[in-house]
T-cell receptor
Framework: DAGVIQSPRHEVTEMGQEVTLRCKPI?????LFWYRQTMMRGLELLIY????????DSGMPEDRFSAKMPNASFSTLKIQPSEPRDSAVYFC?????????????FGEGSRLTVL | AQSVSQHNHHVILSEAASLELGCNYSYGGTVNLFWYVQYPGQHLQLLLKYFSGDPLVKGIKGFEAEFIKSKFSFNLRKPSVQWSDTAEYFCAVLEGGFQKLVFGTGTRLLVSP
């Protein structure tokens, strides 16, 4: 079975540009999570969805960040405009069930570098 | 809100040495506890979990962890590490009634052959 699929794997962009990261969760999973990983702060939960509905976005850093899940098989995380401090690895994860059991399946991450 | 502390940021061991990685969470109540591992160049994957019952839980690849409620701890152990255990290890807690899985900052383990 295919795991969680993220794209792009690597992105290098200039400050001020729009960045869109994409995620396809595992089929049948109805919870989706976006995490950001940095050396300084480790893994931070940005937002999570259940049945395509955002449940908690309190981890989204600021208005420059937005996330959508238009259907059960696709989600995007957008940063506009991007800043150098957004450089990080962004992970998408999915899980089965309406409640978060903590058993997440992670994608391989999107490494973002903002110059 | 819950927080997770992993006190060892970097650990270097020789093969066959014993391993113990510390993990403490901030406060009590019903918690589910996890260890995730991230091998070089790979995604995070679940190593083991504690939901209830026997506080000593066994995971994949010979790892185990012990939940000590009085100490708010969930330390990861392995009696004899291998070079292939080189990875970053994350402790995580899911607080009862909440939907957030909160991770510690991770411990990088390097096992020298």
């Amino acid at each position: 079975d295919a795991g969680v699929i993220q794209s792009p794997r690597h992105e290098v962009t200039e400050m001020g540009q729009e960045v869109t990261l994409r995620c396809k969760p595992i089929s049948g999973h109805n919870s989706l999570f976006w995490y950001r990983q940095t050396m300084m702060r480790g893994l931070e939960l940005l937002i999570y969805f259940n049945n395509n509905v955002p449940i908690d976005d309190s981890g989204m850093p600021e208005d420059r960040f937005s996330a959508k899940m238009p259907n059960a098989s696709f989600s995007t995380l957008k940063i506009q405009p991007s800043e150098p401090r957004d450089s990080a690895v962004y992970f998408c994860a999915s899980s089965h069930g309406s409640e978060n059991t903590g058993e997440l399946f992670f994608g391989e991450g999107s490494r973002l570098t903002v110059l | 809100a819950q927080s997770v502390s992993q006190h060892n940021h970097h650990v270097i061991l020789s093969e066959a040495a014993s391993l113990e990685l510390g993990c403490n969470y901030s406060y009590g109540g019903t918690v589910n506890l996890f260890w995730y591992v991230q091998y070089p160049g790979q995604h995070l994957q679940l190593l083991l979990k504690y939901f209830s019952g026997d506080p000593l839980v066994k995971g994949i690849k010979g790892f185990e962890a012990e939940f000590i409620k009085s100490k708010f701890s969930f330390n990861l152990r392995k009696p004899s590490v291998q070079w292939s255990d080189t990875a970053e290890y994350f402790c995580a807690v899911l607080e009862g009634g909440f939907q957030k899985l909160v991770f510690g900052t991770g411990t990088r383990l390097l096992v020298s052959p």
